[in-house]
């Protein structure tokens, strides 16, 4: 059961926070999710603007409402600034953060998912039953790959209008990464055939923690990477070999960290931070004239955005990196609701606990006997 | 001199772990606490409690799952029984909690009454409070 509080916050279109003084977010409504995912959430909440803000909201320095303008990540190639509102929570203790958008990233984000709606519509039937007919066609052969690089195609456009459109991206399923890794590689079948690609799994042993969220997205998020290093692996033409990707987890504080590495400098060194970017096509990797990055990078990072955890994709002189970092354990939510939920049926039998009490199996304990003070 | 059991609860939500204290205290129980899966495992490696109280999905190293796990593995723990809260009570979280090798499951939000009744039911006869 949702309080009427707690829907009718749910339900705002502006994006709203519930953030602790020590800058913990407590509470993160459908608007705030939606457009800015767990992990951009949590760094604004831990921003030194937002510390700042809160330290002085705490001790009575500053006046509520308040407009302020909050930066994350500065100095990186993805800073970002939001103009927000604190103002006082409901419950007096916590604080609340409206965050606007920008005149401009209104309209263009209006333009978008009126775009996405409308690829939707159109594509989003006939794409669906595609995809359903096509999977039983798909084979080895020169079709049968053309047919996969096309449903492959198709698969992430649906994504796409799904992660950056309006769809929440809400579940809480347990998620054990080794399978999720061997599910993922073994998605890419033909491809990996093709290119004679293999994996390696390095550090996937009993005691990694799970992670916690949809595993059809996550799968489909490490598919993209792992499609991403096969084909910008040096491929068996220029060798005489296959190509091999290794996939290496390993746990640092309270993330589990995927890394894939493949012999192959490929598109990074050129591209730049370019290839984090949506829409943008990114050119012919070397090997594979035709084949451009498009969709797929930024659809994995949004998708691991939206899960609390970052991706990052850099090159050395040896390989091509790619690190996806996601929170373990279960995600911090809000639990007020359960909370109340259970304090009440404490109520409820608390007359029954302490009926059971009197008729125990214990005697009270005899009151103490005061010594004499003159023994 | 009567055995007074240890009870660990392993619960990240203070709100509930006060809860469950709170009625725990109406029995005659030794009564621990941890927030996360890690100090919760190590609490009961050295207290070796009775009963451990284990929230399923706790943020950080180690899930309830986990803990379940390392706890039925730790030969100094095969007296210690588990019961896992949760707020999940669908088909494979309880498949998940037989796998994990979990002696109860509890769905929250569950009666106080109830929770004193299988605790007692878990433990060796004789040292019921």
């Known amino acids: ?202 550090g996937f042993h009993d005691d990694l923690p799970p992670v916690y969220g949809s595993t059809d997205w996550l799968r489909r998020a490490l598919r993209e990477c792992m499609d991403n290093a096969v084909r910008h692996s040096i491929s068996a033409d220029s060798t005489g070999g296959g190509c091999h990707i290794e996939i290496r987890a390993s746990l640092i504080g309270e993330f589990a960290t995927l890394t894939l590495r493949n012999l192959g400098v490929g598109a990074v060194p050129r591209l730049g931070d370019r290839i984090y970017l949506a829409f943008n096509r990114a050119g012919a990797p070397r090997q594979h004239a035709g084949h451009g990055m498009t969709v797929g990078i930024p659809l994995s990072r949004r998708i691991i955005e939206l899960h609390g955890g970052h991706l990052r994709i850099s090159a050395d002189d040896e390989a091509v990196v790619t690190s996806i970092e996601l929170p373990t354990g279960a995600p911090r939510r809000d639990q007020a609701e359960q909370n109340l939920l259970q304090a009440q049926k404490y109520a409820q039998d608390l007359a029954k606990l302490m009926a059971r009490q009197r008729r125990g199996a214990r005697p009270a304990a005899a009151p103490e006997t005061p010594a004499p003070l003159n023994a | 001199m009567s055995h007074i059991p240890a009870i660990l609860i392993v619960e990240d939500q203070k709100d509930i772990r006060d809860l469950i204290r709170a009625t725990l205290e109406f029995e005659d129980f030794d009564l621990h606490e941890a927030d996360n899966g890690m100090a919760g495992l190590h609490k009961a490696l050295s207290l070796r409690p009775a009963v451990v109280l284990l929230d399923v999905m706790m943020p950080g190293e180690l899930d309830g799952y986990q803990v379940c796990r390392k706890i039925k593995e730790a030969p100094d723990l095969r007296h210690t029984r588990v019961m896992l809260l949760t707020a999940r009570g669908q088909q494979k979280d309880l498949a998940e909690g037989d796998r994990a090798g979990a002696d109860a499951y509890l769905v929250k939000p569950f009666s106080p009454l109830d929770l004193i009744e299988r605790i007692e039911a878990m433990l060796p006869a004789g040292s019921a409070a």
């Open chain 1, 1 to 202: 059961m949702v309080s009427p509080l707690a829907q009718l916050l749910m339900s705002m279109q502006d994006a709203l926070l519930l953030i602790s003084p020590a800058g913990r977010v407590k509470f993160a409504n459908d608007a705030a999710n939606r457009r800015h995912g767990a992990g951009v959430l949590a760094d604004i909440a831990a921003s030194s603007d937002m510390q700042h803000h809160l330290r002085l909201a705490s001790i009575g320095k500053a006046t509520l409402p308040l407009s302020i303008k909050v930066q994350v990540r500065p100095g990186q190639p993805d800073e970002q600034t939001f103009g927000c509102t604190l103002i006082q929570a409901p419950n007096q203790t916590d604080f609340g953060l409206l965050i606007h958008q920008t005149q401009s990233g209104s309209a263009h984000a209006e333009a978008l998912s009126s775009m996405l709606e409308i690829l939707d519509q159109e594509l989003g039937a006939p794409m669906r039953d595609f995809l359903a007919t096509a999977g039983e066609l798909s084979g080895d052969g020169p079709h049968g790959l053309l047919l996969h690089e096309i449903v492959n195609r198709l698969d992430k456009l649906k994504g796409v209008v799904e992660v950056f459109g309006s769809t929440p991206l809400i579940a809480s399923e347990r998620i054990v990464l080794k399978e999720l890794v061997g599910e993922a590689w073994q998605s890419l079948g033909p491809l990996t055939r093709s290119m004679r690609a293999d994996a390696s799994l390095v």
